[in-house]
Antibody, heavy 117, light 108 residues
């Protein structure tokens, strides 16, 4: 059974930082491109970042480019999202997800990030 | 890349729900669909226009006419009440993975 488990969410002040983790089991982690998708309260899904299998290629949505950094540790089957200079609009539920044919096949349950003073 | 979905669809139990998704150049793109029940993570129900992941009932099907993609739910059940999102990959965009705004399906 494939499982994705996010952790590291919480309450942070504007301008602060958080690091999300996503532990993956049940599949060959290094073979899969991985993504982060977020959902603001009461809003829809928004793609924010992806990383290829060996970690050498990354891309970001405009809303987080220059502030967020995606990375992975294939030895530990773990995906990360370093979030710096956080803004109130970054308040959301953050999901990690695996890619298959440019779709999002498996999803974690999400980590809540709240940016507020 | 903009994907347009109706905000809501209402359907009686046992009937058929159809959720549309419109965008440009759909003929060369593959459309994916996700179900998100309240308080839960999204679940893929259709990928690559009309393929079903393992464990998804045959009641769920997808189609792509080239200008409009449609998710069809046959014999709707109470448990199908959820938000549904379409998604595409646009290689020419700086924001290549785009979601539609979502459609709330209400089972009457």
């Amino acid at each position: 059974e494939v499982q994705l488990m996010e952790s590291g969410g919480g309450l942070v002040q504007p301008g602060g930082s958080l690091r999300l983790s996503c532990a993956v089991s049940g599949l060959t982690f290094s073979s899969h491109w991985m993504h982060w998708v977020r959902q603001a309260p009461g809003k829809g899904l928004v793609w924010i970042s992806r990383i290829n299998g060996d970690g050498r290629s990354t891309s970001y949505g405009d809303s987080v480019k220059g502030r967020f950094t995606i990375s992975r540790d294939n030895a530990k089957s773990t995906l990360f999202l370093q979030m710096d200079n956080l803004e109130p609009d970054d308040t959301a539920l953050y999901f990690c997800t695996t890619e298959y044919l440019h779709s999002f096949y498996y999803w974690g349950q999400g980590a809540v990030v709240t940016v507020s003073s | 890349y903009v994907l347009t979905q109706p905000p809501s669809v209402s359907v009686a139990p046992g009937q058929t729900a159809r959720i549309t998704c419109e965008g440009s150049n759909f003929g060369i793109k593959r459309i994916h669909w996700y179900q998100q029940r309240p308080g839960q993570a999204p679940v893929m129900v259709v990928y690559a226009d009309n393929a079903r992941p393992s464990g998804i009932p045959e009641r769920f099907s997808g189609s792509n006419s080239g200008s409009t993609a449609t998710l069809t739910i046959n014999r709707v059940e109470a448990g199908d009440e959820a938000d549904y999102y379409c998604q595409v990959w646009d290689s020419s965009s700086d924001h290549p993975y785009a979601f539609g705004s979502g459609t709330k399906v209400t089972v009457l």
